[in-house]
């Protein structure tokens, strides 16, 4: 067995700056550190391993009966260039070819970004 005490650290401290990372998440972090460092890849196997021996793991969302889990499709934020949203839609010309707008909208002000219309690949 691998000595895991190095990796054990990695992983505090990645889990302490970043609580809602999961497994996956902390591995491809640490996956690019070590690509960086020009050290050996690490196995996804191996630090979902360490992190459920060492109590780190994000509990698992379970679906509570009677619980329904729903959204009013509104996201509300206090400040402006903290969240974005996209969206897009299809319609077609006078000719009948399709074009396509899509666009990034500031979640505080509704805002619009960035936007782009092209034709359509079909």
């Not at 067995?1 to 640490?30: C, F």
């Not at 196995?43 to 329904?68: C, F, I, P, T």
């Not at 897009?88 to 782009?116: M, Q």
Request: charged share 30%; hydrophobic share 35%.
């Amino acid at each position: 067995m691998l000595n895991d005490a190095a990796l054990v650290e990695q992983i505090k401290h990645a889990v302490s700056t970043l609580p809602s990372y999961g497994y996956r998440r902390i591995w491809g972090l640490l996956r690019r550190q070590h690509e960086q460092q020009a050290q050996r890849p690490i196995n996804v196997k191996r630090v979902y391993r360490v992190m459920r021996d060492h109590d780190v793991l994000l509990e698992r969302w379970r679906e509570q009966s009677g619980v329904a889990r729903c959204h009013e499709g509104r996201v509300a934020v206090d400040t402006s260039k903290t969240h974005w949203c996209s969206d897009g839609f299809e319609f077609r010309d006078e000719n009948g070819d399709k074009r396509r707008v899509t666009f990034t909208l500031d979640c505080c002000d509704r805002e619009a970004i960035s936007w782009v219309a092209s034709p359509s690949a079909t």
